[in-house]
């Protein structure tokens, strides 16, 4: 049976959409550490579950971060549109007599990319985190209604 989505390493790596650009594999090859297994770099880096919804006023991504600081985290915009979201998974420190018995958390490097649209105001971006949700908000620029866009007025003489 083969898995549907990027955790799992089945089929496509990651689904496309016309609104998100993501990014982890943006030189056609995953960044592996180490030399280690191929899906699990993949699957490390593509594992930040995010949400993006829009309102009146602002898009809004929401990102499930368990474990992760702040200080782990980088968020940017790049090529004037594009929002990148990145960071680290730390691993824990491993004491000499530990026994491990299952090990299910994801550990390493993850980035995401989203092309924002053109009504997206890159000056007023502001982001938190708070018990393992980053949210990123990105206010809209505010539109005139008197005249439509790409529209040259012409006087008559």
Known sequence: MTSLGPWGGGGTPFFTTPF????WDEYGGAITRGGG???????????ANVDWRETDRAHIFRVDLPGVKKED???QVEDSNILQISGERV???EEENDKWHRVERR??????????????NLDGIAC??????????VPKKEVQQDQPKNVRYIDVA
Do not use: Y
Not at 37 to 47: I, K
Not at 107 to 120: D, I, K, Q, T, V
């Open 91 to 93: 691993v824990e420190k």
């Open 37 to 47: 297994d191929r899906r699990e770099d993949v699957a490390a880096m593509a594992h």
């Open 73 to 75: 985290l980088k968020v």
């Open 20 to 23: 998100s650009s993501d990014a």
């Open 128 to 137: 938190g985190l708070e018990h393992g949700v980053l949210t990123v908000e």
């Open 107 to 120: 550990r390493g490097s993850f980035s995401r990319r989203f092309r924002l649209p053109e009504n997206a």
